[in-house]
């Protein structure tokens, strides 16, 4: 049984940093993308970036590029999402996502979330 479990969020001031983990568990995941996405009230799902276990290669959202940073550890079977300079359009539900290659319309298993909020 796959399980995606994120934790690490929280209540955090402007210009502040959080990082995030996401413990993937029930099979190998070194050919899968593990991706963040989020999920502010009122708005729709967005994604915020990946990362593809075996090579590492990464990708970010523009919004998020040059202050978040995605990275893994392979003994852990930890994703993690390094958050800097957040700013209050930060404040969403972060979600962890992994997704088989080649990848195929949604992801295929996601975690159950875990909270941003970034006050002003």
């Known amino acids: 049984q796959v399980q995606l479990v994120e934790s690490g969020g929280g209540l955090v001031q402007a210009g502040g940093s959080l990082r995030l983990s996401c413990v993937a568990s029930g099979r190998t995941f070194s050919r899968y993308y593990m991706g963040w996405f989020r999920q502010a009230p009122g708005k729709e799902r967005e994604f915020v970036t990946k990362i593809y276990w075996r090579s590492g290669v990464t990708s970010y959202s523009d919004s998020v590029k040059g202050r978040f940073t995605i990275s893994r550890d392979n003994a852990k079977n930890t994703v993690y999402l390094q958050m800097n300079s957040l700013k209050p359009e930060d404040t969403a539900v972060y979600y962890c996502?992994?997704?088989?290659?080649?990848?195929?319309?949604?992801?295929?298993?996601w975690g159950q979330g875990t909270q941003v909020t970034v006050s002003s």
């Open positions: 996502a992994a997704d088989s290659d080649p990848p195929i319309g949604e992801y295929d298993y």
